[in-house]
């Protein structure tokens, strides 16, 4: 029935919430684990969220890091560890 939604959403012009897609992702991920277990999801899907938000909040921000912050809602000293952490700095 989601898979509906969205399709009907699509098709209609309306946006589907960023949870859905996160859903529809994880979803898919799941199943590619092929009956695989996994232990540590929760920190896996931080990071793969984290890395292309940070980015593309940097991008629209032009590389300033202050805005970014600011638009994440999060502190500078904050956006600059991540960014750190993941290699992006």
């Known amino acids: 029935m989601n ?3 969205s399709d009907n959403a699509s098709r209609s012009g309306a946006r589907a919430p960023l949870r859905e897609h996160v859903a529809n992702s994880v979803r898919r991920y799941i ?3 092929d ?3 996994v ?3 929760y920190e896996i899907a931080l990071r793969e ?3 292309p938000l940070f980015v593309e909040v940097l991008n629209h921000c032009d590389g300033n890091q202050s805005r970014a912050a ?3 809602g999060i502190h ?3 956006l600059r560890r991540k960014l750190r952490e993941y290699g992006l700095a």
Do not use: S
């Open 70 to 72: 600011a638009m994440l």
């Open 31 to 33: 199943g590619d684990l």
């Open 35 to 37: 009956g695989c277990d």
């Open 49 to 51: 969220l984290e890395i």
């Open 76 to 78: 500078r000293a904050t």
């Open 3 to 5: 898979a509906d939604r």
């Open 39 to 41: 232990n540590n999801l």
